[in-house]
T-cell receptor, first 112, second 115 residues
């Protein structure tokens, strides 16, 4: 059973546009939701994270929106740049448990 | 994530050989996690270790795979008698404590190719 479902699988956005990646989770006990960015040949790097007691978190051009009742969260990349082209993974974690459950990833391509 | 050191970065093994992947966590981190990433797929949890203890190995295949994190030295992920299906990127991550409220930081990965 896939605990975290991510969409779309791939995304093409023009430079300056908004990139939106969505994730849905099953387990209401999850209480930490990070997003990771991965460039080809590199390890995933933490981008931004949110806890379910807030509905939105913003860091620079990156924003997480969180809808607890719908069990969904999304990553918005404003003013997308070619340098943002990477694979993005959402993840979910249950407090004091040790497994991060990752989405299947979204390959973002920002066209210049 | 540059603080988590993995080696080798790339490893080629023939079917039936053994692969050993090493991971040194970030300074001050005592918790290590191993994840596997198949081409064009997400990250799958394999095992979570603290020094000298395996805490959660629910993601490890039952045969041929083992992991350790000794008191001294790096964590080792060992794959015996490799098969083509073992070809993947293996990522190590570390954290300061258990994941209760703490995030994990990934290394650059070890890419295993079985020929």
């Amino acid at each position: 059973q896939q605990q975290v479902k991510q969409s779309p699988q791939s995304l093409i956005v023009q430079k300056g546009g908004i990139s939106i990646i969505n994730c849905a989770y099953e387990n209401t006990a999850f209480d930490y939701f990070p997003w990771y960015q991965q460039f080809p040949g590199k390890g995933p790097a933490l981008l931004i994270a949110i806890r379910p007691d807030v509905s939105e978190k913003k860091e620079g051009r990156f924003t997480i929106s969180f809808n607890k009742s719908a069990k969904q969260f999304s990553l918005h990349i404003m003013d997308s740049q070619p340098g943002d082209s990477a694979t993005y993974f959402c993840a979910a974690l249950r407090y004091n448990f040790n497994k991060f459950y990752f989405g299947s990833g979204t390959k973002l391509n920002v066209k210049p | 994530n540059a603080g988590v050191m993995q080696n080798p970065r790339h490893l080629v093994r023939r079917r039936g050989q053994e692969a050993r992947l090493r991971c040194s966590p970030m300074k001050g981190h005592s918790h290590v996690y191993w994840y596997r990433q198949l081409p064009e797929e997400g990250l799958k949890f394999m095992v979570y270790l603290q020094k000298e203890n395996i805490i959660d190995e629910s993601g490890m295949p039952k045969e041929r795979f083992s992991a350790e994190f000794p008191k001294e030295g790096p964590s080792i992920l060992r794959i015996q008698q490799v098969v083509r299906g073992d070809s993947a990127a293996y990522f190590c991550a570390s954290s300061t404590a258990g994941t209760g409220g703490n995030t994990i930081y990934f290394g650059e990965g070890s890419w295993l190719t079985v020929v």
